[in-house]
């Protein structure tokens, strides 16, 4: 909690317990999750205390933002770059931490420099996977 001393917003109760939810969080919670979460120890809570929490964390770069779930903005506390696979069924979204050696031609990537890429993998997780085999 000492590395978040610098959020630029005042340490209340209710923000620690945010940040208590996200340090290590391998969920990639939305802001309505983390909402839900918090405010059974913080009942009078308001999702506008989530917003500008997340907002300030993102800035400070302590949270990143993903968009790769079209309902919602989800939240990764794993700052360093990796990869994700998200479940078209659930939407469940599992870190890939792995280099893929991908070269773009230089004839695509014109007078970039390439500094990191971002790969979203979709595909079915195991809940969704068998229950639609019980399904059948
Ligand atoms: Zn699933
Ligand atoms: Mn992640």
Do not use: W
Not at 53 to 63: P, Q, S
Not at 100 to 120: A, K, S
């Amino acid at each position: 909690m000492q590395k978040f001393k610098n959020i630029g917003l005042k340490l209340t109760p209710q923000r620690l317990a945010i940040l208590g939810f996200l340090e290590g969080n391998p969920d990639h919670p939305s802001a309505e999750d983390i909402y839900k979460a918090v405010s059974v120890q913080f009942p009078t809570m308001s999702l506008a205390t989530v917003y500008n929490t997340l907002d300030a964390l993102r800035e400070k770069g302590y949270i990143i933002e993903l968009t790769i779930d079209p309902a919602k903005k989800r939240f990764d506390p794993f700052t360093k770059m990796h990869h994700h696979l998200i479940c078209t069924s659930c939407k469940r979204v599992k870190d890939i931490h792995a280099d893929f050696m991908l070269d773009i031609p230089e004839q695509v990537r014109g007078d970039f420099r390439i500094t990191g890429n971002h790969i979203e993998f979709y595909g079915v997780c195991p809940v969704c996977g068998n229950g639609h085999e019980r399904r059948i």
